[in-house]
């Protein structure tokens, strides 16, 4: 399962990571959104995967999943989403005051 | 804290006051007299060494500056810093004097003398340190303050550029001296020049020793503008005339004479010193005396000359620094040229020093200084003319004036030089000789142009701007006492000798010095010997070609332009700023892509790099958890979903790929039993995917990407780079467990905290921080979601209108 998990973060973040590097906008984002599951996966896996029931003392396991990832992963998603609202919300003003998507054409003007 | 330290701080202390003063006093009384009190106490307080020193003392005194370091301000006074420091003192007192006349009070004269001041002090600080440190901040503060003074006049473009290159080649020289410097103190274990000195014969076997040599000469002969750093020396003539008087003649290129000097018992006895420094003396003033003669500019005439003459002194250093090798009896034939070096630097200051007031007197009073529009200046200005003549014959070595002196014994010491034995000289001795003889002629030559051109001949009053007259006598006063020490030093040469040139040569060659050979007696009158007839025949020779210069004056012409000195080194500035413009335009494109290919490639050079380097490659599938089929039918979806983002044609489909992406993550949460993570994955996905499409109205359509295959494969190769070792990390990291996970401790989650699940005890009792900082990032994100849809500043709604 975790050398499994590992391909699948591999191809993950070559994805994210070639979206990253296109030129238009809406891609850039998608592009790191995968990037962050990516990153969110290979966290997890790397804690060790089904080694256990749910980390909650109520239900009688003998040993529970490793409960550390699952909470920096919590942290993780939650600073995601603020970052990809603000980039999302960067890239439309962008359009708006530039008129353009491409990130080719939002150059500066020489010597800046 | 001695006397000393207070003399070397005084002109910094004064410059902090001549602002107030200058406000205060200016128009009524000219700021120069009051600065003109600095100098002279110096100076008084300076003589009151002499005996002291002349007896064979020395004064030594400490104030701690960082302690910790051993960098303290150390004041060490012997010959050698006593000389320097008479000479700086009294010129700098002259040439107060001087710029009182000189210097009209519409000028900004407090900037003028702080900046003087602040050299002054500087200059004195960096002869009398004996801490290295210490040197090299007043060395670069003289660095500093003299770029100050060449652009004076800043709204001239020629200053400008005289001060920039000045800097850049005295600043470049002073850095290759303090790393130098810091390689002898390595060497040394010591930051004290003495006890370098001291322990001078441990260190030649040493690794550091030819590199530190060769660094700290970089540095002495930027600053004494030995060839080929000698160009900014005439550039650096835009300055006003007082400033070229006492920093470009009588002490700031002293300051590479003075560390020569003071190193030559480190360095000297060794046969790269010997051929570096008395070779690239010969070449600079051969190239200094040629290329004197064919200046039009007297300034620019006399700045060559200066750079000819300090090659003169440099070479007679170099070769001076034999007598440390051989000892003995031969020794003090080469010593004599240690003592002409001194003795010569002593009246360079004094003849070139009145020289260059005289033509300031001339550029003053006739308002130009160039020879082709100046001539029959002689009946005008007699004082003047006598005075010129005075320093021109002191320049080209005549009598009775000091400058025959030194010039036999240059002569001397060359021809000693070329029956040496030591250091492979061999044939190659003889070209010293021929090269100062040539050097000399060129000197004759020159020495007269700037007399006979400008004094004799017709007078031109048609070219010149004002009615020529004799200038006032306070100016005089100056030249006329640099005069007096010209004439007066060739007849009583012996007590200069016997106060200061003696003393200063026994700290030069402290081990021949303790021998007791350090005396030496100068005698204008030496017999009819080999020096004499060379000297008839430097005045026989210049005379005919003086006269005759007409005819060769076309050799110059021939030199190609694109050859000089200037040209290369405006050349190399330009294909620097050219080649660095370039560079950065090739890289710097503007294009974040770019940019993020650079970060992504340097990703995989150095992580996979590493663990190639270091063999981590290693897969344990042992501790694996067993996969269902379920579980790997999701992962082929979810590779799947991925692409299909990669092929959307539209945006509807792309940002509904991503979000089937993230409820298939949250699938993953579902199996890993991270209910938390499953329910937080969910709702986050669904509002992020609302967010898109909210913004996506206002997006444009996704075009088909139209971009080179190039471009494509560059980032299908670096993207597949990076998946690749995230792979490869991740499993070599996954396979290879170094300690037990510390998750066991929470475990005790219901004894500790209260709480039953795990991961929320985490969040908010047992790393409650990073939950309360993540909120603060959520915040934050908000204002600036609010802001950037809120805030509308000028000019940043050009396609508002267009929706």
Known sequence: ?112 | MSWLHLMILLPFIFAAAVPYIYRKFTPRIHTGWFVLVIPLVIFAFLLSFTTAISYGNTAFSTVPWIPSYNINFTTYVDGLSLIFGLLIAGIGALVILYSIFYMSKREALNNFYVYLLLFMGAMLGLVFSDNIFVLYVFWETTSVSSFLLIAYWYEREKSRYGAQKSMLITIFGGLAMLAGLIMLSMMTETYSIREMVSQAANIPSHPLFVPSMILILIGAFTKSAQFPFSIWLPDAMEAPTPISAYLHSATMVKAGIYLVARLTPVFGGQAEWFWIVSSMGMITLLYGSVNAVRQTDLKALLAYSTISQLGLIMSLLGLGSASLYTGGEESSVYMAAIFAAIFHLVNHSTFKGCLFMVVGIIDHETGTRDIRRLGGLMHLMPISFTLAVIGSFSMAGLPPFNGFLSKEMFFTAVINAAEMKEFGVNAIGNLFPIIAWIASVFTFVYSMILVFKTFRGKNKPEKLAKEVHEAPLGMLISPIVLGLFVVIIFFFPNILSKYLLSPALAAIVPTLAAAGETNVKISAWHGWNIELFMTIGVIVLGTIMYHLLKKWYRIYLLYPENLMLNHLYNIGLENMEAVSRRVTDRYMTGFIRDYLVYIFAFIIIIVGGAVWLSDGFSIHTSDDAPVNWFEAVLMIVMIVTAAAVLFAKTRLTAIVAVGGLGFLVSFFFVLFRAPDLALTQLVVETVTTVLFLLCFYHLPQLRKEFARIRFKAVNAIVSIGVGVVVTIVALSANGNRLFQSISGYYENSYELAGAKNIVNSILVDFRGIDTMLEILVLSIAGLGVYTLIKLRLAGGNRNEKAE
């Open chain 1, 1 to 112: 399962m975790e050398t499994l998990m590992s391909i699948l973060v591999g191809i993950l973040f070559a994805i994210g990571i070639y979206l990253i590097l296109t030129k238009t906008l809406l891609r850039i984002i998608l592009g790191t959104s995968i990037l962050g599951h990516g990153v969110n996966l290979l966290i997890i896996t790397m804690g060790g995967l089904k080694k256990g029931g749910p980390p909650l003392l109520g239900i009688k396991d003998l040993t529970y999943a490793d409960s550390l990832p699952q909470a920096l992963l919590l942290t993780a998603i939650v600073i995601n989403f603020a970052t990809t609202a603000l980039l999302l919300v960067l890239s439309y003003r962008a359009y708006k005051v530039l008129g353009t998507d491409d990130t080719e054409q939002m150059r500066g003007t020489e010597n800046e």
